[in-house]
């Protein structure tokens, strides 16, 4: 089927930010085997990461005297590597930042007004003028939520540029008095970084690959599967065994109707952009949607090398599949699942 790029945005670029605090998974085991034992070290030891960035050296997180401190140390950290990420971003599209006409900025793993966005701003010489849409609660999903909404609204100025801010500081998050087995895992999981997207409209020239269409699916009675409880001591994960068992149940239907609304099938998608949920959910999707074990590779590198970033996780792959581009014509499917219990699936061609 041939598809009108008429009105399609592209990504221009993807860049991405990490802390300079590098710790392999045995030093982290070793610090926080201490309030979490023998069952930590068992689910670090089968999270499939090897290394994580984390936004302070590790021996102080023991030392956080709660969530005002943590809080206070995200916005920081927070700030620095967002700017970063967003100046390398715009530098590799070639777009001075007072040509950005809207910055979508998502995090989940802090909580600060104005937001970040507003807040970086003035610093970056954004236009005053510039539309801001600042995302929170998508989790894990919002990397490809945000890369969605921006075609969105690029499809209806086709004129015009967007860019995409990721941000999570999942480390500072966590809850050393919590030994339930979702803290646990999360614990074991989860990493520090951020990531920019820029993306322009049809009429403004761009290289990269095209943004086509996009589908948001919320499940029904998923509400307590994935997020917080938030609360005196801060973010309190809730992370139900049920996502694997869910991406089972509903993903390959959601994913094969969706191509097949564009007259495509799962055999004519070559990259596959997929969220690195955690071993059990890489390897569910690539059970459900019969995929060969290559066809996830930048996404089991990704949890390996970085941990599980939440929103920043799909946009990490999301630059590395666009440095080892498929052939021209390629058509790539990006997914990611996140709290509501919902998913997003982006349909983009090179």
Known sequence: MNHSW???????????????????????????????????????????????RLAMPLARYGRLSGFTEANETYLEVALELGEQALTA?????????????????????????????????????LRPD?????????????????????????????????VLLAVELCSLTIQRDDTSAANLVASSLFGDGAAAVVATGAAVSGA???????????????EGVMGWDIGTQGFRIILSTEVAPIAEKYLAEGVESFLAAHGLSTHDISAWICHPGGPKVIETIQRVLSLPPQALAHTRNSL???????????????????????????????IAMGPGFCSELVLVRW
């Open 6 to 52: 008429a009105n399609a945005p592209a990504v221009a670029a993807v860049e991405v930010a990490l802390p300079s605090h590098v710790h392999s998974q045995e030093e982290i085991i070793s610090e926080l085997s201490r309030f979490g034992g023998p069952v930590f070290e068992r689910f670090a030891r089968t999270a499939g990461v090897q290394t994580r």
């Open 89 to 125: 971003a715009l530098k590799k599209a070639g777009i001075q930042p007072d040509e950005v006409d809207l910055i979508v900025s998502t995090t989940v793993t802090g909580l600060t007004v104005p937001s970040l966005e507003a807040r970086l701003a003035n610093r970056m010489g």
């Open 130 to 162: 510039v539309k801001r849409v600042p995302l929170f609660g998508l989790g894990c999903v919002a990397g490809a939520a945000g890369i969605a909404r921006m075609h969105d609204y690029l499809r209806a100025f086709p004129d015009q540029v967007a």
């Open 208 to 222: 990269g690959p095209r943004v086509l269409s996009s589908r948001s699916h919320l499940y029904p009675d998923t």
């Open 304 to 334: 390996r090398d970085k941990g599980n970033l939440s929103s920043v996780s799909v946009l990490d792959v999301l630059g590395e599949t666009m440095a080892q581009p498929p052939a021209a014509g390629g058509y790539g499917l990006m």
